[in-house]
């Protein structure tokens, strides 16, 4: 028996980052290095006039989602990409550096 065709999926996720309330982002925003993300997201944040929040949380927001939503699909070099924007998203509006995280420790015994 032949299997019904698959409706597509919708990718919410995509229309958030396309048509967010909050920017109004520019195209392959996420697709540069860490320094054109961070830019891209400040000019963003700064010229939107529908944010709710400040322009550092706007933006830092919005890659943190898209971080999120890409999820297990991201590279190690991409993630780490993303994570470098978040520290020169903060470099930009003069906000302290994250602190480091502690290493994972092992739960061997």
């Known amino acids: 028996m032949a299997r019904p065709p698959r409706k597509p999926t919708r990718r919410w996720s995509k229309a958030v980052t396309?048509?967010?309330d909050a920017l109004?982002?520019?195209p392959d925003v996420f697709k540069g290095s860490p320094a054109q993300i961070a830019r891209s997201l400040q000019r963003?944040?700064?010229?939107?006039?529908r944010r709710k929040a400040t322009p550092f949380r706007s933006a830092l927001s919005?890659?943190?989602?898209?971080?999120?939503?890409?999820?297990?699909?991201?590279?190690?070099?991409r993630r780490r990409?993303?994570?470098q924007?978040?520290?020169?998203?903060r470099k930009l509006y003069?906000?302290?550096?994250r602190r480091a995280r502690a290493?994972?420790?092992?739960?061997a015994r």
């Open 94 to 97: 003069g906000r302290p550096p």
């Open 62 to 77: 919005m890659l943190v989602f898209y971080e999120n939503r890409a999820g297990k699909n991201l590279s190690a070099s």
């Open 44 to 49: 963003s944040a700064e010229r939107s006039t």
């Open 24 to 26: 109004d982002l520019e």
């Open 103 to 107: 290493p994972a420790r092992s739960r």
């Open 85 to 89: 924007a978040k520290d020169e998203l």
């Open 81 to 83: 990409a993303l994570d």
């Open 18 to 20: 396309e048509h967010s």
